[in-house]
């Protein structure tokens, strides 16, 4: 009981017991509590362990007898407990080991139990105790010899060279109390410890954790303070141990970093365009550009998640379709003849081409009074006192598709401009919608304009320069094919490009193939 340290909770070992069990020819097994189940286990394995300590058969053991004690009860338990308890029919293989080998070691058992000191009974359960023990004492022999003071020392030498040779697990070894848990275990938790400190706790994602690896250097460190021992099997044990504990607190904090790598650093959505039908759609309606031929594409817009983690990898969500169909105008040249080329119309002063009226050209006679319009790549103008009929034709028009122009300004009078072919030499390409031949001027005055000089010539300026590359996208053939020399009507003037009804039109398909 306590090993004779008197101590209840110090730690247990088999070597205590086990010489104990050896040496007594009475034994007193002295369990806490309640004969419980542990308690008997606890019995049984000081018996096994002394079945292996061969003593020779000069140095028999003697019959020993057991004193089953509960100290601390608090139970009510009959004097035939322990029989009853050793007896009982056991399912389980192991349980009924332990109580044959109770039952073969002991031919003689006893029984007693102790209350809690301070009770009425507890007087009386230690005299019933004491003379339970005390009766049947009797002198320890070995071959019918008693054994002295010498032979007691013989014995309890072999006893100890017995358990050192079958390598009994309870024997303490001096070696590991005082090389492994005196100086190596202290050492390899101070290791252990030294690293979680220096490596400080993961807030963010670390892309360089790799790169602190602290684990060579710390088990350096341990070969380097244990290079003077000479127990290396226990120096090799350590040092398995304190790299398995360095691995295990690396791996966790690889795989917490692994963790933050995975969080979201920023997302976006992007979008892109997939085309599901191509077809040829004429402008149509009031345009001047009507007979004109636009490729319209039927596109799907579909949208994705872009995710960027913060271990800089990027992840893609599949396309998903954003909205229905749309149709588009597919012809950059015409995106741009929509949201980029400005229409303007208003009253301008024209100049009058006839001879006499240059002539007399201080008098007022000489300026007239226009309705104008720039737009979709022409300059049109009317008389409006006289063109009244949306069906009438307008005075005069510039094609800015079929005759290439610049538009200059006056630099004596402030409000006139003029537009003049592009090429002084060639002149106006197709003349057949206005007089005075392929190399006239028109010259124009904002005197009485709702607009100013560069309002005009800034939208003159801007269709000009898309027609002209309206024409070299277009073609020779295009041109002769699809866009008109004449004069348009003045209600083609006025009208404008209807986009949202290009698309329900009939496909008169590719041009190309007329």
Request: charged letters at 25%; glycine letters at 6%; hydrophobic letters at 40%.
């Amino acid at each position: 009981d306590c090993e004779g340290g008197n101590n209840a909770m110090s730690t247990l070992r088999t070597l205590v017991n086990l010489l104990g069990s050896l040496i007594g020819s009475e034994v007193i097994f002295v369990a806490g509590g309640s004969l419980s189940e542990s308690s008997l286990t606890s019995l049984s394995m000081a018996l096994a362990a002394r079945s292996l300590v061969q003593m020779g058969a000069e140095a028999a053991l003697p019959t020993q007898r057991l004193v089953f004690v509960v100290n601390k009860n608090t139970l009510r338990y009959e004097s035939d407990a322990l029989e009853m308890a050793l007896h009982a029919v056991q399912g389980d293989v192991g349980r009924k080991e332990n109580r044959d080998l109770i039952l073969r070691a002991f031919a003689e058992r006893s029984f007693c139990s102790i209350g809690l000191m301070g009770m009425p009974q507890f007087e009386d359960d230690i005299d019933t105790f004491r003379s339970l023990v005390l009766s049947h004492g009797r002198a320890f022999k070995v071959g019918g010899a008693p054994v002295r003071s010498a032979e007691l020392v013989a014995m309890l030498q072999a006893i100890v060279d017995q358990i050192q040779t079958m390598n009994e697990v309870s024997l303490p070894s001096m070696s590991r109390i005082v090389v492994m848990d005196g100086f190596l275990s202290p050492l390899v938790d101070g290791l252990v410890k030294s690293m979680q400190d220096e490596l400080p706790d993961l807030e963010e994602y670390d892309a360089n954790l790799e790169d602190k690896d602290l684990r060579h250097g710390k088990l350096a460190e341990f070969d380097r303070q244990t290079s003077c021992l000479t127990e290396r099997g226990l120096v090799a044990e350590s040092r398995a141990f304190l790299e398995a504990q360095l691995d295990a607190d690396w791996a966790r904090r690889l795989r917490f970093n692994a963790a933050l790598g995975d969080q979201v650093h920023e997302k976006a959505d992007e979008t892109r365009d997939v085309i599901t039908q191509k077809r040829w759609v004429p402008i149509g309606g009031n345009s001047l550009l009507a007979s004109v031929n636009l490729l319209m594409h039927t596109v799907q817009v579909e949208v994705r998640s872009r995710i960027v983690l913060k271990k800089g990898s990027t992840e893609y969500t599949p396309w998903a379709p954003l909205h229905s169909h749309e149709e588009r105008v597919a012809d950059p040249i015409f995106q741009s003849l929509r949201w980029a080329v400005p229409t303007l119309s208003g009253s301008l002063l024209k100049q009058s081409p006839s001879v006499w009226r240059k002539l007399g050209a201080s008098c007022s006679m000489s300026w007239q009074s226009r309705t104008c319009v720039v737009k979709e790549g022409h300059f049109l103008w009317w008389d409006p006192a006289t063109v009244t009929n949306k069906g009438q034709e307008v005075a005069g028009a510039i094609n800015f598709l079929l005759n290439a122009a610049k538009v200059a300004i006056d630099f004596e009078d402030p409000d006139v401009f003029e537009i003049r072919p592009a090429s002084d030499v060639k002149g106006w390409e197709s003349c057949d919608a206005f007089t005075g031949g392929p190399l006239r001027s028109f010259r124009f005055s904002v005197a009485k304009s709702e607009h100013s000089r560069a309002t005009w010539v800034q939208a003159l300026t801007a269709n000009t320069t898309w027609a002209n590359d309206a024409a070299k996208h277009l073609g020779q053939l295009r041109l002769q094919v699809e866009v008109s020399s004449d004069r348009p009507a003045k209600g083609m003037a006025e009208g404008n490009i209807q986009w949202d009804t290009i698309v329900c039109q009939e496909d008169p398909g590719d041009p190309e193939d007329k």
